[in-house]
């Protein structure tokens, strides 16, 4: 299609595809809209433990390195807010130590690839979402496959919201 050309013309053009909505502050609802597509070639990939875990920086930063600009007016565009998209994939027999947070956000990890993993040693099933506390140490491990998840975090706008259609907005009105 024209919204997803293909890589390949003479193989599979696998895609996984997850679709992530951001919520704005309510002084930012009436901006003007941005939009921007990040392929997979212009995302920061972070290569650790000799390259048993990679990680890819959709938003925020790790270990001083930054992710692609966010949209200007968006929650994460203000680094204090600690917004984080991280798709992170842990080779079998690695381990990733998923690093506290500055302050307290809402952390959430989602299991999407793999089985057996462990998050501080119980076992994860995938297709399984966690909500973690960003100010605790957490460890993935993958004794059996590769393993992948998103990492989700952001401190919450704590505003009102009410939803109609695809819109979020803070008030009916």
């Not at 890819?56 to 994460?76: E, F, K, R, V």
């Not at 807010?81 to 506290?100: D, H, M, Q, R, T």
Request: glycine share 6%; net charge negative; aromatic share 8%.
């Amino acid at each position: 299609s024209e919204m997803f050309p293909l890589i390949r013309q003479d193989a599979e053009n696998t895609v996984e595809l997850f679709q992530i909505w951001l919520n704005l502050p309510r002084a930012s609802k009436m901006v003007e809209p941005h939009f921007t597509m990040f392929w997979s070639e212009t995302i920061p990939q972070l290569e650790l433990s000799g390259g048993d875990v990679r990680v890819s920086l959709i938003a925020g930063h790790y270990d001083g390195q930054a992710a692609n600009s966010p949209p200007p007016h968006s929650w994460a565009s203000q680094p204090e807010n600690e917004v984080a998209i991280w798709l992170v994939k842990v080779k079998k027999g690695a381990s990733f130590e998923i690093p506290v947070s500055n302050s307290k956000v809402s952390r959430t990890v989602y299991f999407f690839d793999g089985e057996g993993a462990r998050l501080n040693g119980s076992a994860v099933t995938v297709k399984t979402g966690l909500a973690l506390d960003s100010q605790a140490r957490a460890t993935v491990h993958a004794p059996n496959t590769d393993i992948e998840f998103l990492l989700l975090q952001a401190k919450p706008i704590a505003e009102p919201v009410v939803q109609h259609g695809p819109f979020l907005m803070n008030s009916r009105e």
